[in-house]
């Protein structure tokens, strides 16, 4: 393997964990975090209002 081979697949190995990363995040566990933490039952106006600020 050349040199700039193994700096491709250093970045390539690096981009993958950190986009797995990413999406456990957002998609896993930023929703039960939300829910818990930010949002009211009663008022579901606010509790949107709040992902956007």
């Not at 039960?32 to 008022?43: H, L």
């Amino acid at each position: 393997m050349t040199d700039q081979n193994k700096k491709v697949w250093a970045w390539s190995v690096y981009d993958w964990a950190n986009s797995a990363f990413s999406t456990t995040v957002m998609a896993g566990f930023f929703p039960i975090f939300f829910e818990k933490y930010w949002s009211n039952p009663d008022d579901v106006i606010q509790s949107t209002y709040q992902l956007g600020w």
